[in-house]
Every structure is written in C-alpha cells, then in structure tokens.
C-alpha cells in the first residue's frame, strides 16, 4: 500500500516539476505583457525534438541540448519580435489569437520536419530504477527535479540580481514608468519571451526520456502548463510551482487510484473548482480599483 501511494507521489512530482516549469514561461510572459502565450507548449517541443534530432545526427548530448536551448530561444525572440511586436496596440484578447496562430504554425513546420511519429531520447544518466520503500523511481525523474529547482533558484537570482531581471520586473509594474525611466520595454518583452522559451525547452529536453516527444506534445504540455499557473495564480512564480506540483500530484492519484481516463479530466477540474472560489488562483495578487 505504502509502495503504492509512492509510486504515484514519485510520478506526481516528476510530471508536476515539468508543469511547474511550463507555469513558469506562463508567469513570464504574463507579467512582463499580461498575454497569455499558448505557444509555450512548442518551446517544449522544438527543445525535446531539436535535442533526439542532433543527438541521432552524431552530436553528443551536451552540445545537442545547448543548441536545442539556443533554437527554442531564437524562436521566442522571433515570436515576439514578428507576431507580438507588430501588434503592440492591440488588446489582450487578439494578442492572445496571435500567439495561438503562432503555436499552430510552429506545429506544422515540426510535423513536415520530423514527421508524426514518437520520438525516443535516452535517459541521462542509467537506465536502472531506483528502489525506494518497494515503489520504483526512474533516474530521471532526479533530473527532472533537479534541473527544475536550479531552474527556479536561477529565475530568483536573474530577477533580483540582474539589470535585465529588475527591468522586467520593473515593466510589468508598470510600462509607462519603465520607459520613462529609459527601459527599453520592447526590448524588455523579447528578452521575457526569450527565457520563457528557454525555460519551456529546458522542460522539454529533461521530460523526454520519461515522455518521449512528437511534434504534438506541445498542446496537451502547455494546456496544463497553463492549469498550473490560473490554479497558483498568474502573475505569481511560487504559483507556478506550486500549482504545478499540486496538478502533478492530483492527475498521478486519480490515474493510479481511479482510472487514467480521467486524469485530464481531473485537471480542467480543478482549475474550475479553484478559479470559482479563489479567481485569482491560490497566491494571485489582490487588486484594489478606486472608484
């Protein structure tokens, strides 16, 4: 029984890191433009398939991931910079059109690359499991949740150490005041959509040998990459991670103790469950108008 509940907490956290990571290139965005990207989901993908495509090309792995990265990174800029940018007197809603246009797009220029069918990355480090009180925990879940917790102590220290940082921080305040101040806040926002691209290839790349990837596995990924961050708040990056983990862990019980059938079904569940009680999610922030 105790081997049992593991298993699925083990499954739970892993998978949530990733969403946790997904969240996170939500929260970006979102504060640096209050737009919602839904092309975050093919940032993960291009990181995962760009990563099999050049290892199977004879690259070794470090180097594969490293150009993966820097390609999912090119193509945030060039999101922002020829579909965002060209529109930055548009309201919220069309932005948002924009980027899900852009999402099917970079879809089927994968599909035509690397076709439909599963791709497979190898773990690693081993292939042996790891035995922990009779449940079994692949070694690559250790990476997926270690890369994830560097991944958000580096987002703290790029914020709160950094010019860049502060200058993004500083324009999703509040735009106006940053240019005045002499932000350059387009300039701001492609940085925003470069890391949050890089932060959704870097999940995509270390999920891979658990997963595997296709050129489709950016819609279901970013959806619930999107449940996490309205369950913990957008805006919010401790949110992100916590709505994350939770959806994680919740999808991995209902799967194992009811039916797999439900688990997707489980997540939009919640999001509904806590946006009716809690609109601004778990630790969105309260806003006072004055009227």
């Known amino acids: 029984m105790l081997a049992e509940f593991l298993q699925y907490l ?3 956290i892993t998978i949530g890191a990733t969403y946790a990571l997904i969240a996170l290139g939500f929260t970006l965005i979102y504060n640096a433009s209050h737009v919602i ?7 993960l993908m291009i990181g995962g398939m760009a990563t099999v495509s050049l290892t199977a090309m004879g690259v070794p792995m470090v180097f594969a991931v490293v150009l993966a990265v820097i390609l999912a990174g090119v193509l945030g800029i060039a999101l922002q910079r020829f579909a ?11 932005l948002i059109i924009i980027t899900i246009g852009a999402s099917i797009f970079i879809r089927g220029i994968a599909q ?3 076709g439909k069918q599963y791709h497979v990355m190898q773990n690693f480090s081993t292939n042996e499991p790891i035995q922990v009180f009779g449940a079994v925990l692949n070694s690559q879940s250790l990476w997926v949740l270690g890369v994830g917790a560097v991944m958000v102590v580096a ?4 914020f709160t150490k950094t010019l860049i940082g502060k200058a993004i921080l500083a324009t999703s305040m509040n735009k106006e005041a940053a240019r005045l101040v002499g932000i350059r806040t387009q300039m701001v926002l ?10 959704g290839s870097v999940a995509g790349i270390v999920v891979a040998p658990i997963t595997f990837t296709s050129y489709d596995i950016g819609i279901i990924l970013g959806l619930k990459g999107f449940v996490a961050a309205a369950i913990g708040g957008l805006g919010s990056g401790v949110g992100a991670v916590v709505g994350g983990l939770t959806l994680g862990i919740v999808e991995a019980m209902t799967a194992g103790y009811i039916s797999s059938d439900y688990k997707d079904a489980v997540a939009f569940s919640m999001i509904l469950l806590v ?8 630790f969105g922030a309260k806003v006072v108008e004055r009227v």
């Open 10 to 12: 083990f499954t739970g």
């Open 84 to 94: 965002i940018a060209p529109a930055k007197q548009a309201d919220v809603v069309t």
């Open 112 to 114: 035509m690359v690397w």
């Open 275 to 282: 946006l009716f009680f809690m609109p601004r999610g778990l």
């Open 190 to 199: 492609m940085l925003a959509f470069m890391v949050s691209a890089l932060l």
């Open 155 to 158: 987002l703290v220290l790029f």
């Open 37 to 43: 990207n839904f092309a975050q989901g093919e940032f």
